[in-house]
C-alpha cells in the first residue's frame, strides 16, 4: 500500500497539484535566500534579512515561471475538469 493515494477526482488531482506547486514554489525561495546569504558571507557583505527574503521572493518568481510550466498547465487542465464536472452536475440537477 503506497505511502500516498493518488487522487481518482479531479477535484483531487487539483488540491494535490495545487499543493506540490505551493511547496516547490516556497522550495525555490528558499533555495534562493540561501544561495544570496552564501554569496552574502563570501563577499563579506551586510544584507538584512528581509532584503535577502524580498531579493529571493523577486528572482523566484521568474524563475519558476520556467522551471515550474508543467505543473502550471497540470493545474490548469484540473481546474478544466472540474469546471466541467461542475457543469455537468448542474445541468444534471436541473434536470436540463
Known amino acids: ?3 500516498i493515494r493518488t487522487p481518482t477526482t479531479a477535484k483531487g488531482r487539483l488540491t494535490r497539484n495545487v ?6 514554489r516556497l522550495a525555490l525561495v528558499c533555495v534562493a535566500a540561501g544561495v544570496i ?3 552574502d558571507a563570501l563577499t563579506g557583505l551586510d544584507v ?10 523577486a528572482s523566484s518568481l521568474p524563475l519558476s515561471a520556467f522551471t515550474l ?8 487542465a484540473d481546474i478544466q475538469a472540474v469546471d466541467r464536472e461542475r457543469s455537468i452536475a448542474r445541468r444534471t440537477s436541473r434536470g436540463v
Open 69 to 76: 510550466r508543467t505543473l502550471r498547465r497540470a493545474i490548469n
Open 19 to 24: 499543493l506540490v506547486y505551493n511547496a516547490a
Open 1 to 3: 500500500m503506497p505511502l
Open 37 to 39: 546569504v552564501a554569496v
Open 48 to 57: 538584512p534579512g528581509l532584503l535577502v527574503l524580498l531579493i529571493a521572493l
